[in-house]
């Protein structure tokens, strides 16, 4: 998916811009996925892609919504991060590259992958199931 960032400015809220476009992060334990357990899939809010399922979602406790697998292996870009002096792993939606959040692993949590996908809210747009 190819847009300019003027039609990306048009399609999304400035919060959402910041996040999404410009790979800020919102302030931990402020999105409203970051406790939610509703079974269903999050999808990129920019685009719609099927990014996460609910059934690998776990509670991290660290202040964002963590999945410990995409809901495809394709679903997702991952990209070096060495902003803010920091080695990271980015999380990018495939489909239109924005801006999802981080992956970290080896932090010992309990998921079949040892890895934590910690998403920020405003970049998901969650499907309840039916």
């Not at 996040?19 to 406790?35: H, I, M």
Request: proline letters at 5%.
């Amino acid at each position: 998916m190819v847009k300019s960032e003027q039609e990306w400015r048009e399609q999304l809220s400035p919060e959402e811009y910041a996040v999404l476009r410009q790979a800020g992060t919102e302030r931990p334990f402020t999105g409203e996925y970051t406790d939610e357990k509703t079974a269903g899939v999050y999808e990129c809010r920019a685009c719609g892609a099927e990014l996460f399922r609910s059934d690998t979602k776990f509670e991290s406790h660290c202040g964002w919504p963590s999945f410990y697998d995409p809901a495809d292996s394709d679903a997702v870009l991952l990209r070096e991060d060495t902003t803010m002096g920091m080695r990271r792993i980015e999380v990018l939606c495939k489909s239109c590259h924005s801006h999802l959040g981080h992956v970290f692993e080896g932090e010992g949590y309990a998921t079949p992958t040892d890895q934590r996908y910690c998403i920020n809210s405003i970049s998901l747009k969650l499907v309840p199931e039916s």
